[in-house]
């Protein structure tokens, strides 16, 4: 009887021990959701590597370095980038099980270098009222992944509007509608 009483104390014990760890793993695993994203803007040679959220919550400062990083470089101004454009990256990023650099051709774009960008290209697509102007969109590569299979990715998401443009090398993707072109 002795021995059946301590036997099931150590298998309780076990138990216990095998429960906290699991709950340890689990809070660990929540505790360390660290966002991260890595730039290169073509325009500008400029980069950034920055966490900008951790374990659910945006950090401020980061979107703000975000922000003036992805500003219009043709005229100065910068904008609020959408926090949820940076997710749709960043699990783009994930869903291809890459860590590597977005190459940044656009993000933010003000009124003035939107009409600019419209009047010299007549048949690629620069929208009136392009997601850009709302700090929803961006165009981008990502080092070491084929743009068809950014693009191909950004799709299968369907978290926003997805644009492919094969002769320039890079796809655009914005938090707007879901649509695709």
Not at 30 to 52: C, M, P, W
Request: net charge neutral; charged share 25%.
């Amino acid at each position: 009887m002795k021995l059946l009483q301590i036997k099931t104390t150590v298998v309780a014990g076990i138990a216990g021990l095998i429960l906290t760890s699991l709950s340890s793993a689990s809070h660990q695993t929540q505790a360390d959701d660290v966002r991260e994203l890595s730039f290169y803007h073509t325009h500008t040679g400029k980069r950034l590597n920055i966490v900008y959220s951790r374990n659910g919550e945006y950090i401020p400062s980061a979107l703000d370095e975000i922000n003036h990083f992805l500003y219009d470089f043709r005229t100065g101004d910068e904008a609020e980038m959408d926090p949820e454009l940076l997710d749709l990256i960043y699990e783009v990023r994930e869903a291809l099980g890459s860590d590597s650099t977005y190459q940044v051709v656009s993000a933010y774009r003000s009124p003035k270098t939107n009409e600019m960008l419209r009047g010299r290209s007549q048949n690629t697509g620069v929208a009136r009222n392009s997601q850009h102007l709302l700090g929803k969109a961006i165009d981008v590569r990502l080092e070491g992944v084929k743009t068809t299979t950014l693009r191909d990715t950004a799709i299968a998401m369907k978290r926003g509007g997805v644009g492919f443009y094969a002769a320039s090398d890079f796809v655009h993707m914005d938090t707007g509608r879901v649509r695709r072109w």
